[in-house]
């Protein structure tokens, strides 16, 4: 597979492969686009799906919710997951090991677990559902992301500089904000970034652990595509694909700058 | 990594409450949502015929026997079939993708490729299975182009094949990543010696590529096989009554006209059953492997 002469033939197949992974994309911005609601011919082009979602308050009032529990989970997450990323590079303790299981469990385990011993734990200490169940459940897995991401950058970090800061008579406490905090920064970003996004796109725990009166964006767009094809779901899906796609790109580059740093 | 002087130093917080201060937190919110909730429902799992409100008292297996009749375990079965369909189809179509921008795209384009190919990820996973609806009905995508070049229009949807495809389209990204982080790290003077030594390049790639990245492989095929044994939106959107899966029983039993959350419990105790006997293998057998390389 390695030699020249077998080249195109692996690049073809990954160029087939790529085809497949944007081909879902492409029919459904293809789809919003479509005068026709309900056919694979093309019947004209049309903004009217885009300013259908738009006037929509059930659409709207959901991804307000969806923005306030991503928000809301994200930002705890990067306080806490961080704390604990620095704690976990920097203490050896009895059952450590352990310990960091516990914590990339949620990474693992599938969402419907963590949505059922959500809802049932919340039962039975008798707490109502509402937006901050949801959120309290989204910070288990979005501590989970920061975490990670946070503690692969600490490994590569040099403990020298924190040293030295400690030697040139700086308190624990400026060391850890002024040396070691804008160091992490890119990797906090990031990983809240990525947080961010599980967030919003979680539909099972949140069916699991919202109250009545509140509705996520996956909640919303659930019952409405499950029974059928909606053209101005289409529409949704291309600005919310734009939006997360975005921050993918400000991730990625972010990431890619401070690698850049490192290695100069 | 180690800084040893930072404890050494006085500081706002005692010594011994530094790690206490970091740690718990997180360790709280992980005790109270996540571990005493899993011990909750391993005791409900024992409860047969429980309601939201009922005195749980736990008296048996019931549950656990109930898995184990046909009804329920050829649910089961389902999921875990459709779970290895889709780790197969992962490995199959990701491998060579995977290898290709490994080894053998231009190497500066490579973050680039893999950025592009995982990229979808960052999109809602609903409305990406939910757009395999719009390419699989009956008046679908597929189906159009079928027909305009005259062949048969094809019944894929709500059909088991229609939900294969899409977990296999939603987790390939996975696959492709885990792979080819260990196909990056191959040592390629291995491959060259073995074209030295005379190795065509089939025998090269079975006897010094594949056994370098088994690892990568095992832990990629047991990433999709876990989060496809737990998937709930590829078999609700693309497969119809027929395909219900082990997520759907659970989400039943909690949410749906039939609450039974003792048969809930011990039906989401069996998947994290599942998962963590996947993953002790893991780590016994990548270890092996690591050592052996």
């Known amino acids: 597979m390695q030699s020249q002469s077998k080249f195109p033939v692996s690049a073809l197949f990954t160029v087939l492969m790529f085809g497949f992974m944007y081909l879902p994309i492409a029919v459904l911005a293809f789809y919003s686009f479509n005068a026709a ?7 004209g082009f049309t903004f009217s799906w885009y300013v259908k979602f738009f006037q929509d308050n059930r659409i709207l009032s959901a991804l307000g919710d969806s923005l306030l529990v991503a928000s809301l989970a994200t930002a705890i997450a990067a306080v806490i997951g961080t704390l604990m990323a620095i704690g976990l590079s920097r203490y050896q303790f009895y ?6 299981g516990a914590v990339y469990l949620p990474l693992i ?20 559902l509402s937006l901050w169940t949801i ?77 009545g009166g509140v509705n996520t964006i996956p909640m919303e767009i659930f019952s409405r595509v499950r029974t059928s094809v909606r053209p101005d779901m289409n529409a949704l899906s291309v600005v919310l694909m734009i939006a997360s796609a975005s921050v993918a790109l400000i991730a990625e580059v972010i990431r890619y700058q401070s690698e850049k740093k490192r290695f100069q | 990594m180690k800084a040893p002087s930072v404890s050494e130093t006085p500081s706002i917080a005692p010594r011994w409450l530094q790690p206490l201060l970091m740690l718990a937190p997180a360790s709280l919110w992980l005790l109270l949502l996540l571990i005493v909730p899993t011990l909750i429902i391993f005791q409900l799992s024992l409860v047969p015929n429980i309601k939201p409100g009922d005195v749980v008292i736990p008296s048996g297996l019931d549950n656990y026997w109930r898995i184990f009749q046909p009804e329920t375990f050829s649910i089961i079965r389902r999921s875990f079939l459709l779970a290895s369909g889709t780790t197969l189809g992962c490995l199959v179509l990701g491998f060579p993708v995977a290898y290709w921008i ?31 609806v719009s390419i699989l009905r009956r008046t679908g995508v597929l189906n159009s182009i079928l027909t305009s070049i005259g062949l048969p229009a094809l019944d894929l949807l709500y059909q088991p094949i229609a ?15 885990i792979l080819y982080a260990s196909l990056e790290k191959l040592d390629r ?43 709930f939106v590829n078999p ?14 659970i989400y039943d039993q909690f949410l749906g006209a039939t609450q039974n959350w003792g048969f809930g419990s011990a039906l989401s105790m069996i998947l994290i059953l599942v998962v963590s006997l996947a993953i002790a293998l893991l780590i016994k057998y990548g270890d092996r492997n690591a050592k052996s390389i």
């Open chain 2, 163 to 177: 939900v294969l495809i899409g977990m296999i389209y939603s987790l390939l990204p996975y696959m492709v990543l």
């Open chain 1, 135 to 211: 959120v309290a459940a989204h910070v288990v897995f979005c501590l989970a992301y920061v975490a990670l991401v946070v503690s692969t950058r600490l490994t590569n970090l040099d403990p020298n500089l924190e040293e030295a800061a400690l030697d040139l008579g700086a308190s624990p406490l400026q060391s850890l904000v002024f040396v070691l905090l804008p160091q992490l920064a890119p990797a906090i970003i990031s990983g809240c970034l990525l947080a961010f996004v599980l967030s919003m796109d979680d539909f099972l725990i949140a069916s699991f652990t919202a109250g």
């Open chain 1, 37 to 43: 609601p309900n056919s694979a011919q093309w019947k």
């Open chain 1, 109 to 128: 385990i599938p969402d419907i677990a963590i949505a059922v011993a959500t809802l049932v734990f919340l039962a039975v200490i008798a707490v109502p």
């Open chain 2, 189 to 231: 003077q291995l491959l060259e010696a073995a074209a030295d030594l005379g190795a065509t390049p089939f025998q090269a790639f079975w006897r010094v590529t594949v056994p370098q990245c088994l690892p990568g492989i095992a832990a990629g095929s047991l990433l999709v096989f876990i989060t496809g044994a737990g998937d």
């Open chain 2, 102 to 132: 490994a080894l053998s795209s231009p190497k500066r384009w490579r973050n680039l490729l893999l950025l592009g190919f995982t990229l979808p990820l960052w999109t809602s996973s609903l409305l990406r299975s939910y757009a395999w």
């Open chain 2, 236 to 249: 609700e959107l693309l497969g119809g009554t027929a395909s219900r899966t082990a997520a759907r029983s």
């Open chain 1, 95 to 100: 059952g450590k090991k352990l310990f960091q």
